[in-house]
């Protein structure tokens, strides 16, 4: 960060004359000599003097500008601290959206840049989600190929004819040596999977022919061997899915009831019955129903009033067991698994075995519902004591475990009978596979080359999805920082009331794109706004911005520097007076008592200059203001006393008169203010290009029979260039797209020389003494535009 009190001058590397030092902030005093540091400086320039480059140059991180304290030395630190004000900061921070938006919205500051990306971010996002949804349509295309593939594999391996399985197909061979009826009647589960992975060189396996003819042999080898069927039984083992442990636990848990009430008799006496909620729901429904007048037990009469506080003390009684949180825990207990015996083998088992099962399977299921029994028991009556220690579940299943794996030993060994018929299948089961491989040959390389091209265009597709996530999450943060405007639009609004007045012109928060500028209650379509309105907007939104989360009035005086490049000139002239109300507040702020911070105005516009410095003088007299006239170098200059028609006339005289100046070229328009002006106060004309000023002084040479001066008149037509090259409209007609002078450098000076000479014909003294000077001076400017006249019109 620079530190800004110290800042005297800046210097700037102009390529063509080296480096130029300017001493803005010097104070100069009436003397003209150094008297310290300037707070607020205030530089008056022609357009194209320069002063925009000083102003610009402020901000440029380049090694073409250096800031300098008063000895000179280099002020080093970033420049943070530093805010211009200028065109560029206006075309950066200004923006209307129109037809593309609900409601018609303008962005400040950041928001501009912010909507740029959002918008930028968003045709991006367009043209990936249209790659993408071209990408899946060839994935979908591929998969259908894909599907078609796996059909046409599945159909060769379950070919059946008219006549049922045919020989030709896997499953119409499996028919041969199956166990027993229907052993192969779905193809094992994956067993598409298993031919593409062992795929190999048909030229590496013996022929289908030959493969058939094993296959034959293998058959008839195992129809002779036996008709013995194996036996395909394995166990499935139990286990016990719930904690007994746990829910032993749970029971314990359970508290007592709050049992006795003195406050409420018959609550008492039904916990004191111990009865369960259903019986207490059935009481509530028979013994103390509607219907009922006397008790069924005791049959002594119920009042109506008795039965309603026994019907209440009973729910509020079951209100309390429900409500109760172990007893809830212990409702989630309760389990549903009843296990189911498995189907034994058809071997012979012992009738005891089979018995012996049968009793464990009945025994773990009435344990299974004592278990459960238990637990209701408990939750329908917390103060009664339950046990279940006595019973154990996982004695049984551990004995019916044991009792399955007897049986599967006996399984196996009924099954090792058959080791010969199981060699010979296995046999027939891999040469089937061998001939199936070859039977789907074709398919299963052209499903693997489809399946290859899907993985490939898949890892295409989940780049593009990581990509348009990343655009997403980006477009997500950057339409965020759209949704904090209401702040900022109330600080800009106080602003702009003192430009326009209270509720004039407003902004108001214009959801996630920007804000409504709404004037006297009715919304404003930003094509409306004047090109002043805007930069009146912006102005106020730069002010804001300097704040940087910090009030604005509080901000502006900690160590900064604020530049307002030529403030005036893009404002309408009818909020000229609102604008520099609005300067003067801002001014306030900046130069409190103690302030660190200072102010650089510069403008083209003597009245805008004299104005300003008189308001800063108004504002505070403890405020060191310098004020500058830029010409060519810093001047200290009092604004009262600049003479601006003086300066054009000496910029169109010192062009004329000095052949080597071919850059310095006066403006067109400053050419037109001086022959205007001269033309209203000398000859009471106003008509720039009106002629008959001009012949009137033409009759009066005549009539003094000046020859000379006659034929100038007669040659004079320079007042046809005074609108042509002042007016861009036309030069823009003439594709002087440029807007440069439409006469060359040689001809605009003879243009320039012969309005000097008409000025000077009509009045001889005129030049010399507006140019002022000395004695010495004049008599030397006089002289000049003598021979001037003399070699252009010959006298």
């Not at 205030?42 to 300098?68: C, R």
């Not at 060359?744 to 001889?764: A, M, Q, T, Y």
Request: glycine share 6%; hydrophobic share 35%; proline share 3%.
């Amino acid at each position: 960060m620079v530190d800004i009190e110290r800042i005297c001058s800046i210097k700037i590397n102009k390529d063509y004359v080296g480096y130029k030092k300017y001493p803005v902030f010097q104070n100069i005093n009436n003397e003209n000599e150094w008297a310290g540091l300037a707070q607020c400086s205030i530089i008056l320039g022609n357009n194209g003097s320069g002063k925009s480059t000083i102003a610009q140059a402020f901000k440029s991180k380049t090694n073409h500008v250096d800031l300098l304290d008063d000895d000179d030395n280099l002020i080093e630190g970033e420049l943070e601290n530093i805010y211009l004000f200028d065109e560029k900061f206006i075309i950066n921070n200004f923006r209307k959206l129109e037809d593309d938006y609900l409601g018609s919205i303008v962005l400040l500051g950041e928001a501009v840049q912010v909507q740029e990306e959002i918008d930028k971010l968003r045709q991006e996002l367009r043209k990936k989600t249209s790659v993408k949804d071209g990408v899946e349509i060839g994935i979908s295309r591929l998969e259908d190929k894909r599907d078609n593939l796996i059909k046409d594999i599945e159909n060769t391996i379950s070919y059946k004819d008219e006549n049922g399985w045919n020989p030709s197909s896997w499953k119409g061979r499996t028919q041969y040596y199956n166990v027993v009826k229907n052993q192969y009647k779905n193809r094992p589960a994956g067993y598409v999977e298993r031919i593409k992975e062992e795929t190999r060189d048909l030229g590496e396996m013996p022929s289908k022919d030959e493969l058939l003819k094993e296959f034959n042999e293998s058959v008839e080898e195992l129809n002779k061997v036996s008709n013995f069927q194996q036996i395909n039984w394995r166990p499935n083992m139990l286990s016990v899915p719930f904690s007994l442990n746990k829910i032993k636990e749970s029971i314990d848990a359970v508290q007592v009831l709050r049992g006795t009430n003195d406050t409420d008799k018959y609550y008492q006496r039904v916990h004191q019955s111990s009865a369960g909620m259903e019986e207490l729901e059935r009481r509530i429904r028979v013994t103390f129903s509607k219907d009922s007048s006397f008790c069924p037990h005791c049959f002594q009469d119920i009042g109506e009033n008795v039965k309603n506080e026994i019907i209440e003390s009973i729910n509020k009684y079951i209100v309390d067991i429900n409500n109760n949180r172990e007893i809830q825990e212990l409702q989630r207990l309760k389990f549903s698994w009843r296990p189911e015996m498995q189907k034994l083998p058809d071997i012979c088992l012992p009738d005891e075995m089979i018995k012996s099962i049968e009793g464990d399977f009945s025994a773990l299921y009435e344990i299974c519902e004592g278990i459960n029994s238990a637990i209701q028991e408990k939750i329908d009556n917390p103060d009664k004591g339950v046990n279940l220690d006595d019973i154990d579940p996982s004695v049984v299943v551990s004995r019916i475990n044991q009792k399955y794996n007897e049986i599967f030993k006996m399984v196996e060994k009924y099954n090792s009978q058959g080791g010969q018929a199981k060699d010979i299948r296995r046999r027939c089961e891999d040469i089937n596979h061998e001939i199936t491989i070859i039977e789907t040959y074709k398919d299963v390389q052209l499903l693997k080359e489809v399946e290859t091209k899907i993985l490939e265009v898949n890892r295409r597709k989940e780049n593009i999805e990581e990509e348009i996530n990343g655009i997403s999450e980006r477009l997500g943060i950057e339409e965020a920082k759209l949704r904090s405007e209401s702040e900022a639009a109330d600080k800009i609004n106080d602003l702009l009331s003192i430009v326009f007045g209270p509720d004039v012109i407003v902004l108001e928060a214009g959801g996630r794109h920007g804000y409504r500028v709404v004037n006297k209650g009715k919304d404003v379509p930003p094509s409306r706004l004047s090109t002043g309105e805007q930069n009146i907007l912006s102005l106020c939104y730069f002010f804001v911005k300097i704040a940087d989360g910090e009030e604005y009035e509080n901000s502006l005086n900690s160590n900064k520097i604020i530049i307002l490049d030529d403030p005036i000139s893009s404002f309408d002239y009818d909020n000229k007076f609102g604008v520099i109300k609005l300067l003067g507040y801002i001014i306030r702020k900046i130069f409190p008592s103690g302030s660190s911070s200072k102010l650089l105005i510069t403008t083209h516009d003597i009245f805008v200059a004299h104005e300003l410095s008189k308001l800063i003088s108004y504002i505070s007299n403890s405020v060191v203001l310098q004020c500058w006239h830029l010409q060519d170098e810093l001047i200290s200059t009092n604004f009262e006393y600049i003479d601006e028609y003086r300066e054009m006339l000496a910029r169109m005289f010192k062009f004329a008169t000095d052949e080597t100046i071919v850059d310095d070229v006066p403006a067109a328009n400053e050419i037109r203010r001086v022959w205007e002006a001269f033309l209203r106060f000398e000859l009471g004309q106003s008509g720039v290009a009106n002629r008959s000023s001009i012949a009137k002084i033409q009759e009066y040479y005549r009539e003094n029979r000046m020859r000379k001066e006659c034929d100038f008149m007669d040659k004079f037509i320079s007042q046809v260039y005074i609108n042509t090259d002042s007016h861009s409209g036309h030069q823009m007609l003439g594709d002087n797209i440029s807007l440069q002078p439409t006469l060359k450098v040689g001809d605009f000076r003879e243009f320039i020389k012969e309005i000097l000479c008409f000025i000077h014909l009509v009045s001889p003294h005129h030049i010399a003494l507006r140019l002022g000077g000395n004695s010495e001076t004049i008599d030397g400017n006089r002289e000049k535009i003598d021979d001037l006249c003399q070699k252009i019109v010959g006298s």
